[in-house]
């Protein structure tokens, strides 16, 4: 086994793409959801099924973000 690497002796880019790297290398079926996120997959899944997709177009978002001063 290597020995302990001090973390904070990267710059903040470095640590960004270690953590990127770390979480590219997980496949689907590492990552297990908790109970509650689950849950809250569950009931956007059947919100869908219900009322459909809700979107606006790009450019009302646009558009409005413009009129609030943004």
Avoid: N
């Amino acid at each position: 086994m290597a020995p302990p690497f001090d973390i904070k002796r990267l710059t903040p880019r470095e640590r960004i793409e270690l953590a990127e790297q770390l979480w590219d290398s997980l496949t689907e079926e590492e990552i297990e959801l908790t109970p509650e996120q689950s849950a809250e997959l569950e009931r956007r899944r059947d919100r869908l099924a219900r009322e459909g997709p809700k979107g606006r177009p790009w450019r009302d978002v646009l558009d409005e973000f413009d009129k609030r001063g943004g």
